[in-house]
Structures are given as C-alpha cells and as structure tokens.
C-alpha cells in the first residue's frame, strides 16, 4: 500500500539517471533545509551550465565529491 506524504523532507538521494537527477533537483529546491544528492554526474551530459543557471535562480549549491560508496566519477549537490 502506497500512503501519501504531507510534506517533503531534506536527506540524501541518488539519482539514477539524467531525468530523475534534474527532478531531484527541483523537488530539493521546494524543501527547507539541506538536500544532497549524489549522481549529478548525469546532468553534465544533457544540460550546459545547469549550476550556473539555478544559481542565477537564487539556488544555494556546493558541489564535491561522492562519499566511497557511490560511483567514482559520482558527484554531489548540497542543496541549502
């Protein structure tokens, strides 16, 4: 059984691929508090500049890298 949820909460995500790390980013936009998520890599193949262009949004981003369990070439957002 599925249940709806109120509100949404901060944590840490993966994204899987290039469409769920950009609607990763979007829903960790709306969130109060700080969201990380790891495998943002995929954005860099489909989408120039995309910290660029959500910084100039008003979004707070630090960038660095994945803890070991992810993916090597793996980065992470925090999104504050």
């Not at 829903?27 to 790891?38: D, E, K, N, Q, S």
């Amino acid at each position: 059984c599925v249940r709806p949820i109120e509100t949404l909460q901060p944590g840490e995500v993966h994204a899987p691929d290039i469409r769920g790390a950009m609607g990763l980013v979007v829903a960790a936009l709306r969130i109060p508090g700080v969201t990380r998520i790891i495998g943002l890599h995929h954005l860099r193949r489909g989408y120039e500049r995309y910290d660029e262009n959500l910084r100039a949004l008003g979004a707070k981003l630090r960038t660095g890298s994945a803890p070991p369990i992810a993916m090597a070439s793996s980065f992470a957002f925090v999104i504050a």
